[in-house]
């Protein structure tokens, strides 16, 4: 049995390369791609249908920064990753300073692995 066997994870993207690569991480492990989207206006869409487990989110997308998209996540306590070759957006960095950051580039394998113990470990208690 895979690690993340049958978990739909949301790749939100806008480099068609690093998408693919993170897709196949996905798929090694066994999950369930769901996307990419290259957009934060679709990675809502596909956040709204439902079914997500969790996500790899690039910080900076072609429509604007993905802040809109980790803040629904958080409202919905979908585990997530940044991956990202500038850091997080601001309003992120200073209102969530925890959130777990993946500075490009990193290979796509430790991205889904990062994200897999990031799920795996027990809840941090504040």
Same mark, same amino acid.
Request: no cysteine.
């Given at each position: 049995?895979?690690?993340?066997?049958?978990?739909?994870?949301? *790749?939100? +993207?806008? $480099?068609? *390369? *690093?998408?693919?690569?993170? +897709?196949? #991480?996905?798929?090694?492990?066994?999950? *369930?791609?769901?996307?990419? @989207?290259? %957009?934060? !206006?679709? &990675?809502? +869409?596909?956040? #709204?249908?439902?079914?997500?487990? &969790?996500?790899?989110?690039? /910080?900076?997308?072609? $429509?604007?920064?993905? #802040?809109?998209? /980790?803040?629904?996540?958080?409202?919905? @306590?979908?585990?997530?990753? !940044?991956? %990202?070759? %500038?850091?997080?957006? !601001?309003?992120?960095? +200073?209102?969530?300073?925890?959130?777990?950051?993946?500075?490009?580039?990193? $290979?796509?394998?430790?991205?889904?692995?990062?994200?897999?113990?990031?799920? &795996? /470990?027990?809840?941090?208690?504040?």
């Amino acid at each position: 049995m895979a690690v993340a066997d049958k978990l739909s994870i949301l *790749i939100v +993207e806008d $480099d068609p *390369i *690093i998408a693919l690569g993170l +897709e196949m #991480a996905v798929k090694d492990s066994g999950g *369930i791609v769901v996307g990419p @989207a290259d %957009t934060v !206006v679709h &990675a809502l +869409e596909l956040i #709204a249908l439902g079914g997500i487990h &969790a996500a790899v989110i690039d /910080a900076n997308l072609i $429509d604007r920064d993905v #802040a809109p998209v /980790a803040l629904v996540l958080l409202e919905q @306590a979908l585990p997530f990753v !940044v991956h %990202t070759g %500038t850091g997080p957006p !601001v309003v992120l960095a +200073e209102r969530h300073p925890d959130l777990p950051v993946i500075m490009k580039p990193t $290979d796509p394998g430790q991205v889904i692995a990062r994200l897999l113990r990031d799920m &795996a /470990a027990p809840p941090s208690r504040s």
